[in-house]
């Protein structure tokens, strides 16, 4: 089976840096997905890991440790637009390539 | 390019009715996913297919939900006979690929929101 873990809700400052974390346990892993969605629309893309270490795209940058089976989404400079959920996804191999979601976690951006 | 494309954008029906919903994937995409979304959940796949087979459909209740892909391009989810937890967001989703390489990532349509009364 599979299981991952992410906090429910978190709350940050404008301008603040925050980190969201996820855990995972899932056989024949094949990468990790960041997905930004914001309330009442569908998900939008943010990141892709497949090997350990960090991905930096702009204000957001995301990392991989596969043998702590942990991932990080890590967000700078916080707009009020980055208040959103921020799914963790990941991939596995189980005859072709199957995405699994986390319950993502609830990011509440104030001034 | 046109994104992923889903109708209707939101449902009303009875319980025991029953509800299909369409979709259009990104041009060229051969892997399409359905998702079914709970209010504070995460998206749960229903259904994945490539082309117009199925790569896993292991948390599809067959017994009520049925799928398909004809011609390896639009979709159609299907719901009979609804039940009250039937509710949610249903989003349709497309990859180019769903292998290694490029391609990887999903577009998601913007969803049809089902109510079951």
């Known amino acids: 089976g599979q299981n991952i873990d992410q906090p429910t809700e978190m709350t940050a400052t404008e301008g603040a840096i925050v980190q969201i974390n996820c855990t995972y346990q899932t056989s024949g892993f094949n990468g990790l997905f960041w997905y930004q969605q914001h309330a009442g629309e569908a998900p939008t893309f943010l990141s892709y890991n497949v090997l350990d270490g960090l991905e930096e795209k702009g204000r957001f940058s995301s990392f991989l440790s596969r043998s702590k089976g942990y991932s990080y989404l890590l967000l700078k400079e916080l707009q009020m637009k980055d208040s959103a959920s921020y799914l963790c996804a990941v991939r596995r191999r189980g005859g072709s390539y199957i995405p699994t979601f986390g319950r993502g976690t609830s990011l509440i951006v104030h001034p | 390019e046109a994104g992923v494309a889903q109708s209707p954008r939101y449902k009303i029906i009875e319980k025991r009715q029953s509800v299909a919903f369409w979709c259009n994937p990104i041009s060229g995409h051969a892997t399409l996913y359905w998702y079914q979304q709970i209010l504070g959940q995460g998206p749960k796949l229903l259904i994945q297919f490539q082309n117009n087979g199925v790569v896993d459909d292991s948390q599809l209740p067959k017994d009520r939900f049925s799928a398909e892909r004809l011609k390896g391009v639009d979709s159609t989810l299907k719901i009979q006979p609804a039940k009250l937890e039937d509710s949610a967001v249903y989003l349709c989703?497309?990859?180019?690929?769903?292998?290694?390489?490029?391609?990887?990532?999903?577009?998601f349509g913007p969803g049809t929101r089902l109510t079951v009364t």
């Open positions: 989703a497309s990859s180019l690929v769903s292998g290694t390489g490029q391609g990887y990532e999903q577009y």
